[in-house]
């Protein structure tokens, strides 16, 4: 009997601020995705998600039926049922620093960092920024360190949008 090989871990960098340091298609997309909340309606989303081949992920699969239109998902996903919450979250989570994600042969750029390098704010303001990455419906949900879970946005190093979501 053959045991399947465990994958690698992700070798995370420590975390960042330095856009420029981002490659081009990510600063592709992350300014299109900005572009897109400047006009305050979830419905502008479509133009980055769309920019993609294969849409980004935003819950579990099964948690929506197949086909869902990624606008009513983020809608539903939304607190307020019209996208308000997660236009203001994904607003927040791209102010954040971001990290370098090597996930095998795949390089992915993750905001906010402190998703996956945990560590105590230094100031008020810090801890509500933080705060404000995390949707009202996963206040209750605890990650591993019983602490809520960040929404966390992925974008690969080739510009492709991979995950805008709070799952581990």
């Known amino acids: 009997m053959t045991r399947a090989k465990k994958p690698a871990p992700d070798v995370v960098s420590g975390p960042s601020t330095d856009l420029a340091a981002l490659p081009a298609p990510v600063t592709a ?7 897109a909340l400047e006009k305050n309606d979830v419905e502008a989303l479509r133009v980055p998600i769309d920019w993609n081949e294969v849409r980004p992920l935003f ?12 606008i009513e ?12 919450e997660i236009l ?5 989570v791209l102010a954040q620093p971001f990290v370098k994600v090597a996930r095998g042969p795949v390089t992915l750029y993750e905001w906010p960092a402190f998703a996956r390098h945990p560590a105590p704010a230094a100031t008020n303001d810090e801890a509500r ?3 404000r990455c995390v949707r009202f419906a996963d206040l209750a949900r605890s990650n591993a360190e019983g602490k809520p879970r960040p929404m966390r946005l992925g974008i ?7 995950y805008f ?4």
């Open 165 to 168: 979501w709070s799952e581990d």
């Open 156 to 162: 690969a190093a080739d510009g492709v949008w991979h």
């Open 73 to 84: 998902i983020l809608k539903a996903l939304s607190f307020d049922g019209r996208g308000r």
């Open 59 to 70: 819950a579990k699969s099964g948690t929506f039926k197949a086909g869902t239109d990624p």
């Open 29 to 35: 997309i992350r300014e299109k995705i900005l572009a």
């Open 129 to 131: 920024a933080r705060w």
């Open 88 to 92: 203001a979250i994904l607003r927040a």
